[in-house]
């Protein structure tokens, strides 16, 4: 059973929408919630919420950590089809298990 | 200052063989972590080192084992390669001491592995 579940798995939108990225997670000890943007190569680092950090922001970027309900969510402003990219979500427990990734959200941006 | 690096960034093999994967983390990290990305099961925890001492260790079979040096470099290796080997092998560094999980992970290219 996933530990870490996003939606959508795709999404296709057009240049000037805004767009918001969903990921739920089942933890036993939470302790922290990272986001990364992945296009051909390595994921890069968007952000990390932790408890003492809920809600960051990055110019057209920004999330938001919900503890009580077990969610996060990425949203992107005024998309741009540099946008265009695998969205993961990432969950540390503090345990043996390094970060557990969901599937991704496949967005793209069309022109 | 300068990113995680891989090498190879390609690879083909085929089925029985080994395979030895490198990565440089970024200087002054001593946190490596590798993981395995397929498109059924996206990115999966391979395992994590930090001082030369796995520390971490995500649910793969014992075919899979790495090593971690002196200067933090690390090595993965695969042997007696199997078809479903075939992958995107990510290694990330961090700084944090306290573990892998607790910080923010950097990722290299990644070698992509092809096994025939």
């Known amino acids: 059973e996933d530990k870490v579940v996003q939606s959508p798995l795709s999404l296709v939108v057009h240049e000037g929408d805004t767009v918001t990225l969903n990921c739920s997670y089942e933890v036993t000890n939470f302790r922290s919630l990272l986001w990364y943007k992945q296009e051909k190569k390595a994921p890069t680092f968007l952000f990390m919420l932790?408890?003492?950090?809920i809600e960051k922001k990055s110019g057209r970027l920004s999330s938001i950590l919900d503890k009580k309900e077990l969610f996060s969510i990425l949203n992107i402003t005024a998309t741009q089809t540099g946008d265009s990219a695998i969205y993961l979500c990432a969950y540390s427990g503090g345990g043996a298990d390094g970060l557990t990734f969901g599937k991704g959200t496949h967005l793209i941006i069309q022109p | 200052k300068a990113g995680v690096t891989q090498t190879p960034r390609y690879l083909i093999k085929t089925r029985g063989q080994q395979v030895t994967l490198s990565c440089s983390p970024i200087?002054?990290?001593?946190?490596v972590s590798w993981y395995q990305q397929t498109p059924g099961q996206g990115l999966q925890f391979l395992f994590e080192?930090?001082?030369?001492?796995?520390?971490n260790k995500g649910n793969f079979p014992g075919r899979f084992s790495g090593r971690q040096f002196s200067n933090s470099r690390s090595e993965m290796n695969v042997s007696t390669l199997e078809l479903g080997d075939s992958a995107l092998y990510l290694c990330?560094?961090?700084?944090?001491?306290?573990?892998?999980?607790?910080?923010?992970?950097?990722f290299g290219p990644g070698t992509r592995l092809t096994v025939l």
């Open positions: 990330a560094s961090s700084l944090n001491p306290q573990g892998a999980s607790t910080d923010t992970q950097y």
């Open positions: 200087s002054g990290h001593r946190s």
């Open positions: 932790t408890s003492s950090g």
């Open positions: 080192y930090f001082s030369e001492t796995q520390r």
